[in-house]
């Protein structure tokens, strides 16, 4: 099967079925712990656009179970989830994983004592399970459908859970309205008390229920029948075998018409006959009849005909992430990245900066970036917005000193920068915006607005850049280099300087605290005093180590604890 370039190709198969050609690529999971069932899947990546599907596990926890009517995970439900876990660990190993992502979505988010779920699985297994926001979940769907899909360009992308319904309005691949609605099939059943067949009361006490939340949170919807409507999720999928569409490039979808006319075949059985009939899991068969019902009032409310179901999720999304952050996003050459940050002088030049201080900050930035990388684990593609920002970073002085950062942070997000994504040039005014005093805080628009998994790396990011901003506070150049290690909760960190140079040791203390509150870890500064020969060669503009520089050390280290 052939695919157009850039497209993202996932392919399906056994283990002992993989190509001599993945020898050299990675092990990575993705774990979507959902309200009705705990999903993983294991791929092997050999590029960011290339990532084959080895194997699938699907536990069928209910994490769902009592929270949507209690507001809390049972203990029993606890107990199975860190079992499930358990096994994830051991499929780890197997699999020789290097990357993984386990996410959590409405359940665990909306459950009062998630704290207790959280840390249980992270003591008893090592796994870190993260529960992530609905705007989160929306975005890793549209990450997987915008992979599979491209060159075609949906006008909605729907992503029916167990806990809620995600409704994602786009144009041309850019979003323009997400909509979050608490109507997930787990939530209907236990709320409903819906467990098995329905009559036709049940049905219309159900319909009027959804199609109530549905319009009056989703305002005039357009007209979708002659546009291409995706729907995403176990229950679509399942439907789609039970009512199909026409294929559309070879993706499957679901027949509206067709599905309405065997909604009542389904609705009409028990579950252990709809296990029977349609083939499903008792868990698939206690909810494929609510999801219809679901499905149906969102077609009459938008004039749908067609739902393209390309089998892609919230797994999906996160193997297309870990790939990219472990080959590097694509196109995001060393050429494109010279040219942006060739991009980011040109603006820092415009708005009067000091272009030699702000180049030595992002020297000792990246420096920090690459050498701590240990620590951070961020992904090669976040260095290039660290190094724009150092550029940038003081900008916001052409309209004033005083508050310069929040005038940097408005000016950064406001400016031209074509080739810059969206999302990264948020980032980017983000960490202009956090390279001194100011902290992130979620009361601060731009910052709340980012995923949280970009929130997480403006903080870390920002952490670096506030000790690469304070090495060179006086734009006097005086600490030449640093030299980083990482041990245990400790980071050494050994500063170059000249032998006439001084540090403000308490303001270098100070900027550390970020970085050591977001890691947990101890910052310890070591000066360095140059060597002779380095600080001839250095003046000479000669390299540094060659045989005519003959250096001896002109000082002691010393160091103290930040």
Not at 70 to 93: D, E, K, M, N, S
């Amino acid at each position: 099967m052939l695919f157009s370039p850039g497209r993202l190709y996932i392919r399906r198969h056994f283990q002992e079925a993989l190509e001599p050609t993945l020898a050299q690529s990675i092990g990575i999971v993705a774990v979507d712990a959902g309200s009705n069932a705990i999903r993983a899947a294991v791929a092997r990546a050999s590029s960011s656009t290339e990532i084959t599907e080895v194997s699938t596990e699907r536990w069928p926890v209910r994490l769902g179970h009592n929270v949507f009517t209690r507001r809390r995970l049972a203990p029993r439900t606890i107990t199975r989830a860190v079992q499930t876990f358990r096994h994830f660990r051991g499929l780890l190993q197997r699999h020789n994983i290097q990357l993984y992502r386990a996410v959590a979505t409405s359940a665990v988010r909306e459950a009062e004592n998630r704290d207790i779920l959280l840390e249980r699985i992270l003591r008893e297994t090592g796994i870190r399970l993260e529960a992530i926001d609905s705007a989160e979940e929306a975005r890793l769907v549209l990450r997987a459908v915008h992979a599979s899909l491209s060159p075609i360009e949906p006008r909605l992308v729907v992503d029916l859970g167990g806990g809620s319904l995600e409704i994602t309005l786009l144009r041309q691949w850019n979003v323009v309205r997400s909509l979050a609605l608490p109507i997930g099939t787990v939530r209907l059943m236990e709320r409903m008390n819906l467990t098995g067949r329905m009559d036709e009361d049940q049905f219309e006490r159900l319909r009027h229920h959804v199609l109530s939340i549905v319009q009056s949170m989703w305002h005039d919807p357009p007209n979708l029948a002659r546009h291409t409507a995706v729907f995403c999720g176990g229950n679509a999928e399942t439907l789609a075998r039970v009512a199909p569409g026409p294929r559309y490039r070879g993706i499957p979808s679901i027949h509206v018409r067709l599905l309405r006319d065997r909604a009542w075949e389904i609705m009409r059985r028990d579950v252990p006959a709809r296990m029977r009939v349609f083939g499903v899991r008792r868990d698939r068969a206690e909810v494929m009849g609510i999801a219809a019902v679901v499905f149906l009032c969102l077609a009459e409310h938008a004039q749908m005909e067609t739902l393209l179901v390309p089998g892609v999720g919230v797994r999906e999304g996160i193997l297309c992430e870990l790939a990219s952050e472990h080959f590097g996003a694509p196109g995001l050459s060393a050429s494109r990245s010279r040219a942006l940050l060739e991009l980011a002088r040109t603006l820092a030049t415009r708005l009067h900066c000091d272009l030699r201080h702000a180049e030595h900050v992002r020297k000792l930035a990246a420096s920090l970036f690459d050498q701590l990388a240990p620590l951070h684990g961020l992904p090669a593609e976040m260095r290039l917005p660290l190094e724009m920002a150092a550029l940038l970073h003081h900008s916001g002085k052409v309209i004033h000193t005083k508050g310069h950062h929040k005038h940097g942070e408005y000016l950064v997000r406001n400016a031209e920068l074509p080739g810059v994504p969206d999302e990264m040039q948020s980032m980017i005014a983000c960490l202009v915006r956090y390279h001194g005093k100011s902290q992130p805080e979620l009361d601060h628009r731009l910052y709340s607005s980012l995923p949280a998994r970009e929130r997480r790396r403006v903080r870390e990011l920002s952490g670096l850049l506030r000790i690469a901003v304070a090495l060179d506070s006086g734009a006097s150049q005086e600490v030449r280099g640093v030299t980083a290690s990482v041990a245990r909760k400790r980071i050494g960190l050994s500063l170059q300087v000249a032998s006439s140079a001084s540090l403000d040791l308490a303001a270098l203390r100070r900027k550390a605290r970020p970085l050591e509150e977001e890691f947990g870890v101890r910052v310890v500064f070591r000066r360095t005093r140059m060597k002779l020969g380095a600080v001839k060669a250095r003046r000479a503009g000669s390299p540094h180590g060659t045989k005519k520089h003959h250096s001896r050390s002109l000082g002691h280290v010393w160091s103290f604890t930040a």
